[in-house]
């Protein structure tokens, strides 16, 4: 039995030496990935639930590995973060995600507004504020997505005086993920969001009982009091979107629609739609 366990002792720690070489490789990788600008924006677009109009764009990040292909951000965020690089590969889409849409903008497209996923890194990035006060971003046009889980360093003066200025700057707040976590309503409702969007976890099992469709109704309730929009993600199809719209939610994103897509994709494809 003792010999056994010395085995499996030492299969954990060849597993761990190779998970450790792999995340290794990854992180020299990532690094090497930020320098040739390989880390770039996905679109996918939203959509007025009453209208169908496209009035925003999700720019979500792509890592497109020269070997591996297109690498998803559930495989190079963690890693990311570790490496305390999350800020600027936020900084490279936005960056990126502002230049198509002047471009777009050149080609006929109007999209009345981006979003972006910020992390809690970028905000703690001390230029940060003087940065986007010298891209001149017109007011109304830019969205930052702050996961819910941000609200747990609310209490954070310093945070909340540079989510202050970001607004100051015309800059909209719009909390991700709401309702997946245990932040307290109050404390994000705090940060007076333009937008909450409605974590897919409450959106998707919406087609199955009363008492899901009560929970997001009382969301959508909540930001009809507060005069804060309300956007659904993880909207798979028009039976979800058709219930969404009744329940008074206002913006709808999801697979129904669009998945995200690359730019001159995205281009052909809200092009196409401005003339249905
Ligand atoms: P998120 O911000 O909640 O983004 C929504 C995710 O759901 C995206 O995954 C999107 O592709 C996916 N999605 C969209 N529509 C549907 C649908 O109808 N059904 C389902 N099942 N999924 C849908 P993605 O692109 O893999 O991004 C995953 C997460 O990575 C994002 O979740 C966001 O938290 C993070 N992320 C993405 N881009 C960035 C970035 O530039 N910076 C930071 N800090 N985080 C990012
Ligand atoms: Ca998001
Ligand atoms: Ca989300
Ligand atoms: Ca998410």
Redesign the pocket.
Known sequence: AKRRGRNRVEAFNDELRLRTVEVKRLSDEILRGLERQEFRPFF?PQFDAETLEIVGVE???RWEHPTRGFV???VF?PVAESLNV?AR??EA?LEQALFQTIRWEGLGLDIPRVS????CQRLHDDGLVEKLRAMNIRPGSLTF?L?ESISFDAADDGLKRVIEEIKALGIDIEI??FGSGHASIVSLLELSPKRLKID?RLVQPLLESAAQQSLVQSIVDIGKVRGIETVA????TMEHAELLRRLGCDIL????FAR?MASDDFLAFATARAWM
């Open positions: 996918q720019a979500l990040a998803p951000p559930d965020l999350v590969i936020d889409i972006v996923n910020v992390s997505e996961l991700d993920d897919r993600e993880g909207v798979e994103q999801g697979y129904a995200p």
